[in-house]
T-cell receptor, first 114, second 114 residues
Framework: DGGITQSPKYLFRKEGQNVTLSCEQN?????MYWYRQDPGQGLRLIYYSQIVNDFQKGDIAEGYSVSREKKESFPLTVTSAQKNPTAFYLCASSTPRTGNTEAFFGQGTRLTVV | QKEVEQNSGPLSVPEGAIASLNCTYSDRGSQSFFWYRQYSGKSPELIMFIYSNGDKEDGRFTAQLNKASQYVSLLIRDSQPSDSATYLC??????????????FGQGTTLQVKP
């Protein structure tokens, strides 16, 4: 089945730790995105990548880092510099070069600071 | 002014009624528009997209776009309790069409009462 897989589903981070969220897609989509959702809020863009080995900051990139070494994978690292990381993190992908800008989402990772 | 605005609700309708969800956007050059449904604790699911002025129907759902007035709406006919969810409006703005970046509203919570 084609889709986007995020792991883990739940993640707990201690103060001062870096953690990495995984996102893998087998839809052959060029573009991938990371969004953050806080309770009762919409989605805010953290980082996006249109092509392998290239990525751009979104609206709230501070305290986060990404890599895009393979078309299928776009991991997000939440660093200790992110002061309020507790949120629901969503990975998405699309194929904007073909004019299809519909984005499809993975099941999300819920990150909690303990 | 927020780039994409929705009334957070909750919007409460009786089972079988028409639910009307509205969204306004600030960038007049926006090109494509999406409605996502999000159940509590789950990731967003794409239910409709619309690119041209007018109506687009898919089963019980109708998306309406009016670029002159900068609003997009979603009508749900014969509302069912299973339609109870948060509905997110997303806009692909001018200059973002080749990146696929979406700007999301905060979402409208719909409650369909049996």
């Amino acid at each position: 089945d084609g889709g986007i897989t995020q792991s883990p589903k739940y993640l707990f981070r201690k103060e001062g730790q870096n953690v990495t969220l995984s996102c893998e897609q087998n839809l052959n989509h060029d573009a991938m995105y990371w969004y953050r959702q806080d309770p009762g809020q919409g989605l805010r863009l953290i980082y996006y990548s249109q092509i392998v080995n290239d990525f751009q900051k979104g609206d709230i990139a501070e305290g986060y880092s990404v890599s895009r070494e393979k078309k299928e994978s776009f991991p997000l690292t939440v660093t200790s510099a992110q002061k309020n990381p507790t949120a629901f993190y969503l990975c998405a992908s699309s194929t904007p070069r073909t004019g299809n800008t519909e984005a499809f989402f993975g099941q999300g990772t819920r990150l909690t600071v303990v | 002014q927020k780039e994409v605005e929705q009334n957070s609700g909750p919007l409460s309708v009786p089972e079988g009624a028409i639910a009307s969800l509205n969204c306004t956007y600030s960038d007049r050059g926006s090109q494509s528009f999406f409605w996502y449904r999000q159940y509590s604790g789950k990731s967003p699911e794409l239910i409709m997209f619309i690119y041209s002025n007018g109506d687009k129907e898919d089963g019980r759902f109708t998306a309406q776009l009016n670029k002159a007035s900068q609003y997009v709406s979603l009508l749900i006919r014969d509302s069912q309790p299973s339609d109870s969810a948060t509905y997110l409006c997303a806009v692909n703005m001018r200059g973002s069409s080749n990146t696929g970046k979406l700007i999301f509203g905060q979402g409208t919570t719909l409650q369909v009462k049996p």
